[in-house]
């Protein structure tokens, strides 16, 4: 299984209204609340692609309690069957639709999703995006997460480590609520090297900074968190700095223009075939499932990187954020270009 950590994990809630104009009242016409925070997104994508996923961080108070109701009772649009109680883990089938991908083999059946949250005493955040329908624009208000206790994250880490037993890979995901210490990801990189887990990093900041000197497998900034990490605005270059500060491998998104990566085995970039209007809400997330699941599929990296585009395009095109419009996703797959990466003379 992969497992994927939310430390800093959301109810995402999600309001449609026709136009959204400031210093007005709007009636809202549709609304939709799902677990959210990078590592749920990844994982709800992942588990939809086939692969079996554990999901863990933290949930509590009344919104965690809603945020883990949605994972057993299928209220986040797309889990289903529910599971053990609201008190313990429970395995969900994330509903998936059959078809054919964009190669023509059958889509994979879903996979299971399982809550193995840590509770704390605080209360999990939310996050409110507000839908323009005229433009397709989104406004995001994003809450603070509630403060973890010492004891709450010595929980924590005793989980991880048992967790850590049987994943094939593991993803650390978003930001961190209070309380955590500012180098967490990197004790928690150093726990999943020493077990012979495979471990991708997708953060920002200080705890990126820290994190990939502990050397993780793979890290995936996007253009703005790579130049801020190496002080370089030219991808490539800042790429190949983040390698040379402790990183296995980099893949970097770079928004409308796809996906950058350097790796041992050499540098691409991927490109859409075209540009897609919508909600860019959890397009990283889509990517880091596509460079997961192709990673536990054992695909070149060129293949890896065209997934993780097509899935990233696709997110766009979703009517809401965390998911990815598998028909999107399948004309696109076989039209994404890759090609060898050069750094600019």
Not at 165 to 178: E, F, K, M, T, W
Not at 201 to 207: I, K, Q, R, V
Not at 277 to 303: C, F, I, K, Q
Request: glycine share 14%; proline share 8%.
């Amino acid at each position: 299984m992969i497992l994927t950590v939310t430390l800093n994990a959301a109810l995402d809630i999600t309001y449609r209204v026709p136009r959204l104009r400031r210093h007005a009242s709007h009636r809202v016409t549709d609304v939709t609340e799902r677990p959210g925070g990078k590592g749920l997104n990844v994982a709800r994508v992942l588990a939809a692609l086939g692969h079996d996923t554990v999901v863990t961080g933290f949930a509590g108070g009344i919104t965690g309690e809603a945020l883990r109701a949605r994972l057993r009772d299928g209220g986040n649009g797309g889990i289903g069957t529910p599971g053990a109680g609201p008190d313990g883990p429970a395995t969900d089938a994330v509903n998936g639709a059959n078809g054919t991908t964009g190669t023509g083999r059958p889509a994979a059946a879903p996979g299971a999703l399982t809550d193995a949250l840590v509770p704390i005493a605080g209360t999990t955040r939310r996050t409110v995006g507000v839908v323009d329908a005229a433009t397709g624009d989104t406004t995001q208000l994003n809450e603070a997460g509630p403060a973890v206790t010492p004891a709450e994250w010595a929980a924590f880490t005793g989980t991880y480590a048992t967790l850590l037993a049987d994943a094939s890979a593991v993803a650390l995901c978003g930001s961190l609520p209070p309380g955590v210490p500012v180098g967490a990801y990197a004790d928690l990189i150093r726990q999943a090297r020493a077990a012979g887990v495979p471990v991708l990093l997708d953060t920002s900041g200080e705890p990126l900074h820290r994190g990939i000197a502990a050397r993780p497998d793979l890290v995936k900034p996007n253009a703005a968190e790579l130049a801020e990490l190496t002080g370089s605005t030219e991808p490539l270059r800042a790429a190949e700095d983040a390698r040379r500060r402790g990183a296995g491998a980099v893949v970097a998104s770079l928004g409308a223009e796809g996906m950058l990566a350097v790796t041992p085995e050499g540098a691409w970039r991927a490109t859409p075939p075209q540009r897609i209007a919508g909600n860019p809400t959890g397009a990283g997330d889509s990517a880091v499932a596509g460079l997961l699941s192709a990673g536990a599929e054992a695909l070149p990296w060129p293949d890896r990187l065209a997934r993780a585009v097509a899935l990233s395009a696709a997110t766009v095109q979703a009517p809401t954020a965390g998911d990815f419009d598998r028909q999107t996703y399948e004309r696109l797959l076989p039209l994404v270009e890759v090609a060898s990466a050069t750094a600019p003379g």
